[in-house]
């Protein structure tokens, strides 16, 4: 079975411009989250999808970030325009429906804004 | 705020030593607490689940505990192994996952 993916990797991008990070879950995870964590901190929780609807997007740092999971499969993450202090390493994980702490994660896109 | 904390930020150990790592929490209201793995440019690992009903969970080398009342857990690793070199994330569970900053662990041979 194939685990979480994300892509790209590594995104380096300039202040002012939109990246967009994407994330494949587990085949069958209704569950969807996005994680980041930035140089020195604590990674810290961003959003929650169940299926295809935000269940909690308390952690969300402002507008300029937006994420979507249309049709409850994958997920993308756009930051736009991007700021200096949005760099750091982006995670997404996945878990079954009934088991939403049973979380796994990718391997993270390492975003860097100069 | 659940804040998590975990002591010490980084560890040095030769091989075959036992270890235990610390973890704190400030709100006792949890539903688990998880410890994890990282290594470098990859994901998060599980390797152990605490339910707040339990007090500790063995895997292997590995044991960890939670005392749910002080808000508290360790992650003890015995015989350590240069493989076991990596960064040790404790996170709680309440709705989300609440990481702490992580241990950083380096075993020599």
């Known amino acids: 079975e194939a685990g979480v993916t994300q892509f790209p990797s590594h995104s380096v991008i300039e202040k002012g411009q939109t990246v967009t990070l994407r994330c494949d879950p587990i085949?069958?995870?209704?569950?969807l989250y996005w994680y980041r964590r930035v140089m020195g901190k604590e990674i810290k929780f961003l959003l929650h999808?169940?299926?295809?609807?935000?269940?909690?997007e308390s952690g969300m740092p402002n507008n300029r970030f937006l994420a979507e999971r249309t049709g409850g499969t994958y997920s993308t993450l756009k930051v736009q325009p991007a700021e200096l202090e949005d760099s750091g390493v982006y995670f997404c994980?996945?878990?079954?429906?009934?088991?939403?702490?049973?979380?796994?994660f990718g391997p993270g896109t390492r975003l860097t804004v100069t | 705020k659940q804040e998590v904390t975990q002591i010490p930020a980084a560890l040095s150990v030769p091989e075959g030593e036992n270890l235990v790592l610390n973890c704190s929490f400030t709100?006792?209201?949890?539903?688990?607490l998880q410890w994890f793995r990282q290594d470098p440019g990859k994901g998060l690992t599980s390797l152990l689940l605490?339910?707040?009903?339990?007090r500790e969970q063995t895997s292997g080398r590995l044991n960890a505990s939670l005392d749910k009342s002080s808000g508290r857990s360790t992650l003890y690793i015995a015989a350590s192994q240069p493989g076991d070199s990596a960064t040790y994330l404790c996170?709680?569970?309440?709705?989300?996952?609440?990481f702490g900053k992580g241990t950083s662990l380096l075993v020599t041979p």
């Open positions: 994980a996945s878990s079954p429906w009934s088991r939403s702490y049973e979380q796994y």
């Open positions: 085949s069958g995870h209704d569950n």
């Open positions: 999808f169940v299926k295809e609807s935000k269940q909690d």
């Open positions: 709100d006792s209201a949890i539903y688990n």
């Open positions: 605490i339910q707040s009903s339990q």
């Open positions: 996170a709680v569970y309440v709705y989300a996952l609440n």
